[in-house]
C-alpha cells in the first residue's frame, strides 16, 4: 500500500496502515493489531506493532505509531 501511495502522488516517501482497531481479532492478529508500511527512494519496511487498548485509542495509537515510524524511516535515509 505504502509503495502504491507513493507512486499515485508522486511523493518521495509514503506511509500506510492496516489494522484491527476492535472490537473483533483472531489469534493470529488481535485486537490491536497494526502494521504499518513505509515506503521511500531507498526501499520498504513494514512493521507490525499490537497495542492492547479499546478501539478508540487504539485508532490514536496506530496513528502516532505511523507517523513516528515514517519520521525514524527517513531519518534513516538521511544518514
Given amino acids: 500500500m505504502a509503495e502504491g501511495v507513493k507512486k499515485v502522488t508522486g511523493s518521495t516517501y ?6 484491527l482497531a476492535g472490537p473483533a481479532g483472531d489469534e493470529r492478529n488481535p485486537v490491536g493489531t497494526v ?16 497495542y492492547k487498548n479499546d478501539r478508540k485509542r487504539n485508532i490514536e495509537r496506530f496513528a502516532s505509531a505511523a507517523l513516528d515510524t515514517l519520521r525514524l524511516f527517513v531519518l534513516k535515509d538521511l544518514k
Fill in 35 to 50: 502494521w504499518i508500511g513505509v515506503s521511500g527512494p531507498n526501499g520498504t519496511e513494514t512493521v507490525r506493532k499490537i
Fill in 14 to 19: 509514503s506511509v500506510a496502515t492496516t489494522g
